[in-house]
């Protein structure tokens, strides 16, 4: 047996081992929470609420995340992978298709607060959290501006994307801005490429 399985958090192994007991829980665990945040608001969710409504005892959760914090944090990082976007080959139409993507994301219901989750303090002080959503979010982008380069055009880099298409629409989302919709997506995109 190795000595660091057994300090490894549940959360690591969880995202380790790809099935099993420990999957299917993760995975009702992860839909309970999900399900509870879209019905009550983050800030109406427990751990025992979620354990309930996953059928698994409530110090399964405690053990795993500890926090209702670091458990939305878990589900915001899985749901990232969820419905990935093939690549059409036109620039434009990948972008905006993967920023429509984005504010999709944040705007069904609890996606803001999932957010907030991921990159909330107490669920890591040296914010690993941020540098953990900004990385997620970087690699949705990262293979449209690469098929272009292999195409041999000159994409806008990443820097300027997360700039000019992403962080306009986290700061709408996140402050309930109106007008934040499809055609907005489209316009960031349309003021990139110029």
Not at 7 to 33: F, L, N, W
Not at 111 to 119: C, D, S
């Amino acid at each position: 047996m190795d000595v660091n399985a057994e300090t490894e958090t549940g959360t690591e192994a969880a995202r380790r081992r790809p099935g099993g007991r420990s999957a299917r829980v993760r995975a009702a665990v992860h839909g309970a929470a999900t399900a509870l945040v879209a019905e009550r608001g983050a800030d109406q969710v427990t751990l025992p609420a979620v354990a309930q409504r996953a059928g698994v005892n409530s110090s399964t959760l405690y053990r795993r995340w500890g926090t209702v914090g670091a458990l939305l944090a878990d589900v915001a990082e899985s749901r990232d992978g969820e419905d990935a976007l093939p690549l059409v080959g036109d620039l434009r139409a990948d972008l905006e298709n993967r920023a429509l993507r984005t504010l999709e994301e944040l705007s069904r219901p609890g996606g803001i607060a999932f957010f907030r989750a991921e990159v909330a303090s107490d669920v890591d002080e040296r914010h690993a959290g941020m540098r953990e959503c900004l990385r997620r979010v970087s690699e949705r982008f990262v293979p449209v501006l690469d098929a272009e380069r292999e195409r041999g055009a000159s994409p806008p880099s990443l820097e300027q994307v997360l700039d000019r298409i992403v962080a306009p629409l986290y700061f709408r989302v996140v402050f309930s801005i109106p007008g934040t919709d499809e055609a907005y997506v489209r316009g960031l995109v349309a003021e990139l490429l110029g």
